[in-house]
């Protein structure tokens, strides 16, 4: 019974860690930014490929750089974890990390 009882402990932990990731636009992989609710293939693709022509300097950047990506957007997808150069965007809510 204990046993169980640590198992759903542990695996709650480990769920709770994984979904206060913080993902920085810059230095992620397919698969972290595919992990941000709100990003699915598509869009990590664009990412990638804008990424290729040089870093995101900062949000504005980033929104005007690649398409489908605009201020009500953004702040969704700072509020998910997803962070440029190390900066949730400006207006919105604070994501806890570990």
């Known amino acids: 019974m204990i046993k169980k009882l640590l198992l759903a402990v542990a695996t709650l932990v480990a769920t709770m860690t994984f979904a206060w990731a913080q993902v920085d636009v810059n230095k992620a992989d397919a698969a972290a930014l ?9 869009k990590t693709k664009a990412i990638l490929e ?11 950047d980033f929104e005007q750089r690649v398409k489908g990506i605009g201020e ?3 702040v969704k997808l ?3 974890g997803l962070q440029v150069n190390g900066k949730s965007k400006d207006g919105a809510p604070a994501k806890a990390s570990k």
Not at 36 to 42: D, V
Not at 50 to 60: A, I, M, P, Q, Y
């Open 72 to 74: 009500k957007n953004a």
């Open 34 to 42: 595919d992990s941000i609710r709100g990003l699915g293939p598509a």
């Open 50 to 60: 804008e990424r290729k022509k040089g870093e995101f300097k900062d949000w504005s």
């Open 78 to 80: 700072s509020a998910a």
